[in-house]
Each structure stands twice: as structure tokens, then as C-alpha cells.
């Protein structure tokens, strides 16, 4: 069992909709990051947290330390959220060299 | 330089020859890393540095090394390339360990 689950590993939308992609993980930590990636290109980091919740725009990360769990939100989607979206967890006591990353969440927004 | 830079973008090598990926970052961060980044795998570090003069390795390091001179630059070098080695390769960086991190646009090497 990967110490980090996504899901799911891919949705389909349409545009508009509300949008929840699912991070859970097995192992104390300090930090969880959610990445974006779009095809082809770079990888963006759009948050890190250690508790509770933030928002940036139409995006919302939320975290339940207890519950090992974290969700990731987009409102009002849109086709440029089209991308795949990842979650890495940092284990307690250790930097970002022990980062471990899951698969990946594959989101398509259709028009 | 704004950011995170590789170099280069893509690349076909053939088995056998030695490769080096260059990384240079512009924000005076104290740590990077490389990772690279395979189908159904996910992102896997390779080695990483915590600051200049120090380097660590990650979880797959066979047939890689690295160097980290100064703070800026954190080149990955293939002594002797495999097809196995065919992957898409990130580097990133953070102000510290425990801080944000920044990625590079990757390198897509392919080795036949």
C-alpha cells in the first residue's frame, strides 16, 4: 500500500462544477503540499499546510491531521484547470528530501 | 533568470554516454532536489542538496550523481546512461527544508 492515496485517479467534469480530489496517507506529518501539473509542462505548488484550510481564488486545501486525510477544491471550475493534480506529504521530522508523492490526480474540464 | 531553469528541455541519448542535466535557480534557496517522474510511479527523489557543499541521496540514486558548488546551480549527471533511465526529470528547490518548493518546467530524456 502507497503511504500516500489519491482519488480518484481521473475525473471528468463540466465546466462549472464543483470539483473535490481526495488525499489520504498512512504516516506522520509535518507538511502536505498540493502540486499541479499541466500536460507537457512544469509542476506549480499551489499550497502547503499543517492544519485547517486555505484558499487561493477558486481553489481550497483542506486538512484533517487526525483523520490523515485532505481534500483539494476547485469552484466554479474551469477548462484551465485541466491538469493533473498531486499531493505530497512531508513526514514528521524530516525536510522536503523525504517528501513522498502520490500518482496523481488526472482532472478534464469539458466545455 | 526568473525562478527555476533546466536545461535541456528534451534530449535522446544513446545508451552508454554520459549526460548532464543543468539546474540553475535564482532565489537564493538553500535546498534542491531532483526528481524524476515516471508513468504510474509518481515523483521519486534522486539526490538532493540542503544547502551548498552538501549532498544527500533519495530514494533512487543508482547512476546519478550530483554536485553543489554553489547555492545556485545543482547539476545531475548520468555517468553512463541506461534505457531504464528514460524518465522525465524535475529539479526543485526550497528556501529550507521545510518550506515551500519550487519546480523547474523538467527535462524529457529518453535513452535508446
Known amino acids: 500500500k502507497n503511504e500516500v492515496e489519491q482519488s480518484p485517479q481521473n475525473l471528468t467534469a463540466q465546466e462549472g462544477e464543483f470539483i473535490t480530489i481526495n488525499c489520504s496517507y498512512s504516516?506522520?506529518?509535518?507538511?502536505l503540499h498540493w502540486l499541479q501539473q499541466h500536460p507537457g509542462g512544469g509542476i506549480v505548488s499551489l499550497f502547503m499546510?499543517?492544519?485547517g484550510k486555505k484558499k487561493h481564488g477558486r481553489l481550497i486545501a483542506t486538512i484533517n491531521i487526525q483523520e490523515k486525510h485532505s481534500s483539494l477544491h476547485i469552484t466554479a471550475s474551469h477548462p484551465r484547470d485541466s491538469a493533473v493534480y498531486i499531493c505530497a506529504v512531508r513526514p514528521s521530522g524530516f525536510g522536503n528530501e523525504k517528501l513522498t508523492f502520490g500518482t496523481g490526480t488526472r482532472l478534464t474540464i469539458i466545455p | 533568470i526568473a525562478g527555476i531553469t533546466q536545461a535541456p528541455t528534451s534530449q535522446i541519448l544513446a545508451a552508454g554516454r554520459r549526460m548532464t542535466l543543468r539546474c540553475t535557480q535564482d532565489m537564493r534557496h538553500n535546498a534542491m532536489y531532483w526528481y524524476r517522474q515516471d508513468l504510474g510511479l509518481g515523483l521519486r527523489l534522486i539526490h538532493y542538496s540542503n544547502t551548498a557543499g552538501t549532498t544527500g541521496k533519495g530514494e533512487v540514486p543508482d547512476g546519478y550523481s550530483v554536485s553543489r558548488a554553489n547555492t545556485d546551480d545543482f547539476p545531475l549527471t548520468l555517468a553512463s546512461a541506461v534505457p531504464s533511465q528514460t524518465s522525465v526529470y524535475f529539479c526543485a528547490s526550497s528556501g529550507t527544508r521545510n518550506t515551500e518548493a519550487f519546480f523547474g518546467q523538467g527535462t524529457r530524456l529518453t535513452v535508446v
Open positions: 499546510l499543517s492544519s
Open positions: 504516516v506522520g506529518i509535518s507538511a
